[in-house]
Nanobody, 115 residues
């Protein structure tokens, strides 16, 4: 079994920064991808950023230039540095990992950006 533990959410003013962390533990043999999704009230869950095992990275257009995803392979941890936050970034942020081609989700962490 695999567990994902997220941390780093909170309340911040517009223009501020937050850093999210997601640590994977358990039966980890091969991490194919790790990334972050978010879901705002009344909206569908959407990809924010993802890093693939070959090092390639994808960002949602809405966060390009403001958010940076990174990974610490030794710690099986993925980070999301969020700068220049906007009220529209307010959402529950979920970590998702693809491990041995199976999908795992974290419990979610709330990010609230006040104007």
């Amino acid at each position: 079994q695999v567990q994902l533990v997220e941390s780093g959410g909170g309340l911040v003013q517009a223009g501020g920064s937050l850093r999210l962390s997601c640590a994977a533990s358990g039966s980890i043999f091969s991490i194919n991808a790790m990334g972050w999704y978010r879901q705002a009230p009344g909206k569908q869950r959407e990809l924010v950023a993802q890093i693939i095992s070959d090092g390639s990275i994808n960002y949602a257009d809405s966060v390009k230039g403001r958010f940076t995803i990174s990974r610490d392979n030794a710690k099986n941890t993925v980070y999301l540095q969020m700068n220049s936050l906007k009220p529209e970034d307010t959402a529950v942020y979920y970590c998702r990992s693809v491990i041995s081609f199976r999908y795992y989700w974290g419990q979610g962490t709330q990010v609230t950006v006040s104007s």
